[in-house]
Structure formats: C-alpha cells, structure tokens
T-cell receptor, first 114, second 111 residues
Framework: EPEVTQTPSHQVTQMGQEVILRCVPI?????FYWYRQILGQKVEFLVS????????KSEIFDDQFSVERPDGSNFTLKIRSTKLEDSAMYFC????????????FGPGTRLTVT | TQLLEQSPQFLSIQEGENLTVYCNSS?????LQWYRQEPGEGPVLLVT?????EVKKLKRLTFQFGDARKDSSLHITAAQPGDTGLYLC???????????FGQGTRLTINP
C-alpha cells in the first residue's frame, strides 16, 4: 500500500541552525501539507502546497519557514534559524485532490532544538 | 477560528463494553475525518464523512456526521484491547484545505 515517508525520523539541532525535513508523498498525489505537533498538544496545520506554490499557510508559518518540491518526488520543509519552541513532531501529508480531501500522513520527524 | 472539541479526553473501560466519543464545533465543516494515532507515529486515517447525517461503519466502529455538519461521533461496540489508542477528529473548514484537529481522546480498553 502506498505511504508517505519522512526522513530523518529524529533530528537534533542547536538553536539558530537551519534544518531541512524531507518527505516523499504518495506518488500520484497532488496536494502536500506540513503539520506539527508539540508534545502533548494538538496537531497544527502549517502549510499546504499545490502546483509548486503555497496555497494556504497558518500564522505559525512565518519567514523562518519555507517549503519546496525540488524534484518530482520530494517535498521539504526548511526552518532557517531554529528556536527552542520549534521542538515538535513534524508531519508531512498528501492528498490526491482537493475534492477528496483525504490526507494521508507520514510517520513524522521528531525535531529537538537544544 | 474554527475549533473542534473532543470529549471525553480520556476514557478507560473494560473489554466488551460500548463507548462513544464526541467531536463538536460551533463551525460548519465541509468534511470530518477520524484518525488513530499511536505514540511517536503519524495519524492514520480511519474514515471520512462528508454529507450531513452520514453514517459509516468500519467493523465495530460507527462514525456519524451531524446533520448540520458541525459535529461527529465515533461509537465502538464491544471494545477490545486492540482498540486502545489516541483517536483524533479533524475537519476541513468550508473553503479551506487545512485540517483542524481536535485534541484527541485517549482510549484504554482493559482486558
């Protein structure tokens, strides 16, 4: 069964460093998303991406964040200068269409900022 | 801001009992999804409900979308220890592509 994959599973970085989280969405999906979940809190939407551009973003997704689809398979989230409060699980998701609205999530990357 | 409130937040029952988890909002959602999440893993999609009043069954799990598309419920019949986990409801506010999540219901089924 096709699935969303994410690498790395765990990333430890120092405050102020740049990190890139990688995702491979399901191959025929067209819509891509990033969510995050701070320990013990709700899953929160960060950004949606379609046709090589951001279609929607939350207040959390400020200038420190960027997304890219550098090739036909990868979808990346970059945090330019990490802060302690960026420590969270980051989930990538993809969906086939906007109409179906069924988003499939990857296993997540645990980001720890020290 | 569209919010989804789940209740109860924690539920611990004996094997064989029935239970219902609720997901409520004051906002209308174009669809609602239920996910199950294991510790350290991503949410796994269980079901999507789209039409007001829609009922979907997945073995012993019954999902219902409220008539006004503001609420949903998950009913489990004859719960089993394998049903233990975190259940999340999530919805698409009308016109949006982002999923808004509830805080989850942590379910424990005791043998």
């Amino acid at each position: 069964e096709p699935e969303v994959t994410q690498t790395p599973s765990h990333q430890v970085t120092q405050m102020g460093q740049e990190v890139i989280l990688r995702c491979v969405p399901i191959s025929n999906h067209l819509y891509f998303y990033w969510y995050r979940q701070i320990l013990g809190q709700k899953v929160e939407f960060l950004v949606s991406f379609y046709n090589n551009e951001i279609s929607e973003k939350s207040e959390i997704f400020d200038d420190q964040f960027s997304v890219e689809r550098p090739d036909g398979s990868n979808f990346t989230l970059k945090i330019r200068s990490t802060k302690l409060e960026d420590s969270a699980m980051y989930f990538c998701a993809s969906s086939l269409s906007r109409v179906s609205n069924e988003q499939y999530f990857g296993p997540g990357t645990r980001l720890t900022v020290t | 801001t569209q919010l989804l409130e789940q209740s109860p937040q924690f539920l611990s029952i004996q094997e064989g009992e029935n239970l219902t988890v609720y997901c409520n909002s004051s906002s209308v959602f174009s669809s609602l999804q239920w996910y199950r999440q294991e510790p350290g893993e991503g949410p796994v999609l269980l079901v999507t409900v789209v039409t007001g009043g829609e009922v979907k069954k997945l073995k012993r799990l019954t999902f219902q979308f409220g008539d006004a598309r503001k609420d949903s419920s998950l009913h489990i019949t004859a719960a089993q220890p394998g049903d233990t986990g975190l259940y999340l409801c999530a919805g698409f506010p009308q016109g949006a592509q982002k999923l808004v999540f509830g805080q989850g219901t942590r379910l424990t089924i005791n043998p």
